[in-house]
């Protein structure tokens, strides 16, 4: 897959409809990805994220320490890996290498792209004034890609308690609405 | 419809996958309808939701000022009311009478839930601190209602240009995650 830079004025219409997405973060040679629903667009450009990483997970102390990560966007070929990424903890299994996924190295972070996702966002840690009350993360991207021949892609979105409803057919409308 | 009361724990499954909501908001005799996309859970119970409401829009101070507001989920029957509330400003137009919306009393706050969608939160504004920077609001949802009937609702998820993505099939998987 030729991977193509995505203007970052276009990012708010991949993470808007709410996809799941797996986050990769990295320090030193530990290296890990967490599954994710938590997030909402905050700012068009440049493009924030606002997301919760739980102190729970081990992601949580990369990430805060770090200041850095990839969002990467999956499709429902990956379900069962986002499952599985989403099942175990970091702590005790490296992700990549059990659940077959690739790293890629990105351009502006030390955290991998995953290569099987069909859009991977580089973010840097912008404000973490709501991380001791809430775990809330704010994010802006620095780098986006996308694969380019991926066009109607079959995002997951999680529902809870195993189920995930999986992207639909798409509607053109009269919306002036950015 | 017959609404039924849905239990607190369950509203982020239906939260997660990052529909498109309606937000009514009250203050004396004005009302309004916001359509909004930029929204993400941020605690399970008592359900806590982060969201953005711009500042330009007619609703922001409607609930910066009354700290209420409730967030209705619409289907896709609906679609053509919730691009109209978007490219409208309650500034000049009574939304619910133009675009035919039925407002029912809710049960904990001031502004009315929305007849039509087939679910609603009625919330309270917790947390204000990132409200000056980013326009971001922290809302703990104190009910909710669903229509029991309504068994695969087709959700509508916001693509940017007019886009929509309708909510498809749902997948069972063996995820322990919440």
């Keep these: 897959m ?16 709410g996809p799941v997405v797996l986050v990769t973060s990295a320090r030193k040679k530990q290296i890990n990805i967490m599954t994710m629903s938590w997030h909402t667009m905050m700012e068009f450009e440049p493009p924030l994220i606002g997301c919760v990483i739980s102190n729970r997970n081990y992601s949580f102390e990369l990430i805060k320490t770090t200041k850095e990560c990839v969002l990467n966007i999956p499709t429902v070929e990956l379900l069962d890996k986002v499952v599985a990424c989403g ?43 709501l991380v001791a009350k809430y775990n809330f993360f704010i994010l802006e991207i620095l780098k986006a890609w996308i694969d380019p021949k991926k066009k109607k892609p079959k995002t997951v979105h999680h529902q809870g308690r195993g189920v995930f409803m999986i992207a639909g057919k798409t509607l053109k409308t009269s919306s002036h609405m950015k």
Excluded: M
């Excluded at 193509?4 to 991949?14: C, F, H």
């Excluded at 992700?95 to 966002?121: D, G, Q």
């Design 2 to 17: 030729k991977r193509k830079s995505l203007p970052l004025s276009q990012v708010y219409r991949l993470l808007e409809p």
């Design 87 to 129: 099942n175990t903890s970091g702590k005790k299994v490296d992700k990549f290498k059990t659940f077959h996924l690739t790293p890629l190295p990105a351009s502006r972070v030390a955290p991998p792209l995953i290569a099987e996702c069909y859009v991977n966002l580089e973010c840097r840690v912008v404000d973490t004034k």
